[in-house]
């Protein structure tokens, strides 16, 4: 049981828990005793006669009466939780997930930027709209330190909200077996100050639409790459993604004799040059348990690169410029478009810092 409820929501829960766990205790304490006394006062060699109650009103009205109150108040506690459980405020922001076989994704439209775990600001009531795409399978969205938890059906909408008085990081679980990796659906939420919610979000818009550059496919130290700026920390990239196969130190220790070592380029199909990983990146490489991670932001996928690249024993091979124009012209990363179409990137970067800037 955590300590300090982190929202209304979830101290009102608490409540009725604590007011049906607490009266089932009383009761059973309560009938045991009596039952006991019972046991003991009639013994067969002190009472040897019985009496016939053959009914008492006062009592039947009695144990009628006040149970049926008793339960009656549990109904309301009960329904004054489930009532506001259901009644999102106006001012909520929302975020969308999307439960699949077997992670979260989360999608906050307003800024059409998804992410991998939850961020939110503190004291923000957050509207979660929940769905799984058509033909996937049941899962439950859980959020245990909040109470809430909802089915996500697929091809079918549900929500549900919350709103956090502290910050913290809280785990988000999948509550419905949803088939064999059901317990990796674990996700982070992490609710933070409002200041901090505001950097991450300029972040992951900048992530998807700052335009790549040369010097950040030779320099691994590249400032875009660090905290201050698009925030990408390749290491827990790495580490989510490629680990279980590659090996946490790229020794290709995870899938014996399958997975590459990142210690050398032996046997690699492509060259260890940074735009060469990016196109492995992109495509995978057929017919082999390497898949394609096209979900990466190309900042992303540089960044991932220059990890790769970290582990060899001797220093790769360095990106030429033309190395580099000839990936922006396969990706065509020059033409990467804002959201809303036929808008150039510059304009589209700063209508979404504006929105994300503006005071909600
Ligand atoms: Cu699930």
């Known amino acids: 049981m955590p300590i300090a409820s982190p929202s209304e929501i979830s101290r009102e829960v608490d409540r009725a828990f604590f007011l049906v766990g607490g009266a089932g205790v009383l009761l059973l304490l309560g009938i045991t005793a009596t039952m006991i006394f019972f046991v003991l006062k009639y013994r067969r060699d002190r009472v040897t006669r019985t009496s016939q109650v053959e009914g008492h009103l006062l009592l039947e009205i009695t144990w009628i009466v006040i149970p049926t109150i008793i339960v009656i108040w549990f109904f309301f506690v009960g329904y004054r939780g489930f009532g506001m459980m259901r009644a999102v405020p106006e001012d909520a922001m929302e975020v969308r997930v999307t439960g699949r076989q077997w992670s979260w994704s989360f999608y906050y439209p307003e800024e059409k930027v998804?992410?991998?775990?939850?961020?939110?600001?503190?004291?923000?009531?957050?509207?979660?709209?929940?769905?799984?795409?058509?033909?996937?399978?049941?899962?439950?969205?859980?959020?245990?330190?909040?109470?809430?938890?909802?089915?996500?059906?697929?091809?079918?909408?549900?929500?549900?909200?919350?709103?956090?008085?502290?910050?913290?990081?809280?785990?988000?679980?999948?509550a419905e077996f949803c088939g064999k990796d059901h317990a990796k659906m674990i996700t982070r939420l992490r609710v933070v100050s409002e200041d901090e919610y505001r950097h991450w979000l300029r972040s992951m818009i900048m992530k998807r639409f700052k335009p790549l550059e040369y010097q950040a496919v030779t320099d691994p130290r590249h400032p875009a790459f660090g905290p201050e700026d698009l925030n990408i920390d390749a290491k827990t990239i790495?580490?989510?993604?490629?680990?279980?196969?590659?090996?946490?130190?790229?020794?290709?220790?995870?899938?014996?004799?399958?997975?590459?070592?990142?210690?050398?380029?032996?046997?690699?199909?492509?060259?260890?040059?940074?735009?060469?990983?990016?196109?492995?990146?992109?495509?995978?490489?057929?017919?082999?348990?390497?898949?394609?991670?096209?979900?990466?932001?190309?900042?992303?996928?540089?960044?991932?690169?220059?990890?790769?690249?970290?582990?060899?024993?001797?220093?790769?091979?360095?990106?030429?410029?033309?190395?580099?124009?000839?990936?922006?012209?396969?990706?065509?990363?020059?033409?990467?478009?804002?959201?809303?179409?036929?808008i150039s990137i510059e304009a589209a970067m700063e209508a979404l810092l504006r929105e994300a800037e503006a005071d909600p």
């Open 114 to 174: 998804s992410a991998a775990e939850m961020v939110v600001p503190v004291n923000m009531p957050v509207k979660v709209s929940l769905t799984a795409p058509p033909d996937d399978v049941l899962h439950s969205f859980y959020i245990p330190d909040f109470r809430v938890k909802e089915d996500v059906i697929p091809g079918r909408d549900t929500y549900l909200w919350f709103a956090s008085e502290r910050t913290g990081v809280f785990n988000i679980f999948c």
């Open 238 to 342: 790495y580490a989510t993604y490629c680990a279980s196969c590659h090996g946490v130190n790229g020794d290709g220790s995870g899938l014996p004799g399958l997975a590459r070592s990142f210690v050398t380029a032996q046997d690699w199909k492509h060259s260890p040059k940074v735009t060469d990983i990016y196109r492995t990146l992109m495509e995978g490489i057929a017919g082999t348990q390497m898949r394609a991670y096209p979900d990466f932001t190309p900042w992303e996928r540089v960044a991932l690169a220059h990890y790769v690249r970290s582990f060899h024993a001797t220093p790769p091979p360095a990106d030429t410029e033309e190395d580099y124009n000839a990936l922006v012209a396969a990706y065509e990363l020059d033409k990467i478009q804002g959201p809303g179409d036929r």
